[in-house]
C-alpha cells in the first residue's frame, strides 16, 4: 500500500493527557497536511509543511497543539493536556509540489484513513 | 476568503433514482472545486475536480458536476443511484495560490432499496 497512512487509527485518552499521533505521507510528496473532523462536520484545516518547514498554521491551532516533520517525511501531531473539545478524527493528507512551484498549480491532495481520538 | 455552503445535510433517494447533490461556494480569487466520498470510519477519497478546464468535470463511480459561474455552484449528480453510493460528500473549495482545502458541512446521502 503507497497511500497516506496514519498511526493509530483510534485513540482513546483521559482528559489533561498528551497525545500524539503519526502520519507518512506518500513517499516521495513534499507537502503534507493536518485537517480536524468533527462529528457532523466538514474537515478543517490545521497546518501544512512544506518539507520540513511549517508554512502556515490556523488559529484553531492552540498553544497546545504543535506539528512537526522534522526530516521533511513523516509528520506527528501532539495534543498536550487534551480536553472533551479535542476530539475528532484529525486527518492527514499529502501532495507532490515540484521544485519552482507555480502556485496557481493544484497540487492533489491524498488523504490518509484518519485519527479518531476519544477523550472521556 | 473561501467558504462552501451544502444545501441539505441529508438526503435520500430510491435505489435506480437521480442523485443531486448541492453545493455553492464563494471565492475572491478563481477556484478550484472538489467532490470528496467518505465512508464510515475512513477518510476521504477524490471524486472529482474542478480546475477552470471543462466546466462538466467527470469523475470515478458515475458522477459528474456542472461548474456554474453565475451560479456559484458545483453540484453533483448521478444518474442512477446504487446502494454502495450511501456515504457523506464533501464539497471543497481550494484559492488558486491557496493550499490549504476549505469544506462544506457535508451531505449525507441514503438509497433507498
Known amino acids: 500500500d503507497t497511500g497516506v497512512s496514519q498511526d493509530p487509527r483510534h485513540k482513546i485518552t483521559k482528559r489533561g493527557q498528551n497525545v500524539t499521533f503519526r502520519c507518512d505521507p506518500i513517499s516521495e510528496h513534499n507537502r503534507l497536511y493536518w485537517y480536524r473532523q468533527t462529528l457532523g462536520q466538514g474537515p478543517e484545516f490545521l497546518t501544512y509543511?512544506?518539507?520540513?518547514?511549517?508554512?502556515?498554521k490556523s488559529r484553531l491551532l492552540s498553544d497546545r497543539f504543535s506539528a512537526e516533520r522534522p526530516k521533511g517525511s513523516f509528520s506527528t501531531l501532539e495534543i498536550q493536556r487534551t480536553e472533551q473539545g479535542d476530539s475528532a478524527m484529525y486527518l492527514c493528507a499529502s501532495s507532490l509540489a515540484p521544485p519552482g512551484v507555480n502556485t496557481r498549480r493544484l497540487y492533489e491532495q491524498y488523504f490518509g484513513p484518519g485519527t479518531r481520538l476519544t477523550v472521556t | 476568503a473561501q467558504s462552501v455552503t451544502q444545501l441539505g445535510s441529508h438526503v435520500s433517494v430510491s435505489e435506480g433514482a437521480l442523485v443531486l447533490l448541492r453545493c455553492n461556494y464563494s471565492s475572491s480569487v478563481p477556484p478550484y472545486l472538489f467532490w470528496y466520498v467518505q465512508y464510515p470510519n475512513q477518510g476521504l477519497q477524490l471524486l472529482l475536480k474542478?480546475?477552470?478546464?471543462?466546466?462538466l468535470v467527470k469523475g470515478i463511480n458515475g458522477f459528474e458536476a456542472e461548474f456554474k459561474k453565475s451560479e456559484t455552484s458545483f453540484h453533483l449528480t448521478k444518474p442512477s443511484a446504487h446502494m454502495s453510493d450511501a456515504a457523506e460528500y464533501f464539497c471543497?473549495?481550494?484559492?488558486?495560490?491557496?493550499?490549504?482545502?476549505?469544506f462544506g458541512q457535508g451531505t449525507r446521502l441514503t438509497i433507498n432499496p
Open positions: 509543511f512544506q518539507n520540513e518547514a511549517q508554512l502556515e
Open positions: 474542478y480546475t477552470s478546464a471543462a466546466t
Open positions: 471543497a473549495v481550494q484559492g488558486q495560490g491557496a493550499q490549504k482545502l476549505v
